[in-house]
């Protein structure tokens, strides 16, 4: 087939063009208004890609154009979507083609309100690196993996998005994967624009679990809300924790530039761990992913602990961004309240002597919702200072969208030293005075006004170890 991707740097989006050309197909692409890491990944792929959405972007020959969900792309309006509806060739989402492509195959679904492409990286990265040829989806950029799709054969690992698939079709994206066995890592609430409701929002996690078969292993993290659910699934259920419990747990967690603990399984066996990721978050992503293939015998307990030692984690999931600074720079993935927590909370364990500078950006509608403002009131508990950019507006109509100063002043109110910015070179002269005993955070999941690139450099100038000498 031949397949254009509108929308392709989008991190789903890519990842499933990637494996479709993998299976042998056409791929091309066109997106716009994009950022780095996903705009320079997807230049590299080797797709023709274009910049701007234009009908003359589509292969004479199409077979089928896949619609991301992203406001920004127009959706309907679109003229590349127009153009296809015109010479008949079918419109679907990469939600669609993914579960259509990989029916037939031992499918693995990561789902949770967080966790989910770390836990997919690093299973696809630990069954690579055991030997095996899995496919795999991954929803961001592995250093530690060759792509974020592969075709691969037998198995395949899929990020299980709980985001409805379209604007027409409410159903979350998992809903089309029919997974056999599953690994949820948590269960709490998020995307508001689309679940209003815990319950809205629980209610798609029922039906992935009432959908296992009775073959099947759901490796489930302990947390009341996930076992309140438990008896929805006939699958096979095995429990995972960073504490003591009835199923698999850590103990022993020593925290460094490389962490160490032992992975305790049901039975007592005990085995011996060590990753150079950051943060409590990780170790418990490293246990789910450890039980879950140890549980189903895809790996042994060496090739599980040497695959973890060279796994690289995922970008913007807490990436030093600096070469020579004293101070660190890091940037982390905060699309919702629990992700910017983990990341503050890491930062927090890993530098518990230096005050915490955070530049965050609310990006996602969530962020954005003025019904998820209390989500301010302690989502920056022990930082010093926040530099808060203002929200995008694109479908800012499609909620109740709040305001800079708003955000601002919910910040204030909670006790943190907050202060609005608009621009990079806003951001770059509130961090050119520091002390050097800080530490900073770049937190978002849109483009942080490019401080991604352009601050390091700053950094390592202002800050550099000959500087600070």
Known sequence: MRIHFTGMAGAGMSAVALLMRDAGHEVSGSDEDVFPPMSTYVEGLGFPFHRRFDAANLPAELDVLVLGTSAKLGAEANPEVIAARARGVRVTTFAEML????????????????????????????????????????????????????????QVVLEGDEYIVSGAD?????????????????????????????????????????????????????????????????????????????????????????TSFVLVAPDGREIALRTQLLGAHNVENIVGVAAYLLERGLVSPDQLARALESFGGIRRRLDRLTAASIVPLIEGFGSSYEKARSAIEAMQLH??????????????????????????????????????????????????????????????????AVRGVTTADDVIAALSDLRGDEAVLLLSSGPLLGLPDSLPPVFDRLYGEAVAA
Not at 195 to 207: C, H, N, Q
């Open 99 to 154: 579960g259509e492509a990989t029916l037939g195959r031992e499918v693995t679904v990561v789902a949770g309100s967080f966790g989910k492409s770390s836990c997919t990286a690093l299973m696809a990265h630990i069954l690579r690196q055991a030997g095996t040829d899995p496919g795999w989806m991954v929803g961001a950029i592995s250093p530690s993996l060759p792509e974020t799709g592969h075709w691969g054969a037998g």
């Open 351 to 416: 530098y518990p002597d230096r005050p915490l500078i955070v530049v965050f950006e609310p990006h996602t509608f969530s962020w954005r919702s003025r019904d998820a403002l209390s989500w301010y009131d302690t989502v920056f508990d022990g930082a010093a200072q926040v530099l808060m950019i203002p929200p995008p507006t694109h479908g800012a109509a499609s909620h109740h969208q709040s305001t800079h100063e708003e955000i601002v002043a919910r910040t204030a109110a909670a006790g943190v």
């Open 170 to 258: 409410r159903r979350s994206k998992f809903a089309l994967y029919h997974p056999q066995h599953l690994l949820l890592t948590s269960l709490i609430h998020d995307h508001v624009n689309v679940f209003p409701t815990f319950a809205d929002y629980e209610a798609p996690f029922l039906e992935l679990l009432q959908g296992l078969p009775m073959s099947g292993l759901a490796m489930l993290r302990e947390h009341p809300a996930i076992r309140a659910v438990t008896h929805h699934t006939k699958a096979r259920v095995v429990w995972y924790d960073t504490a003591p419990c009835d199923g698999w747990f850590s103990r022993d967690v020593t925290f460094g530039e490389t």
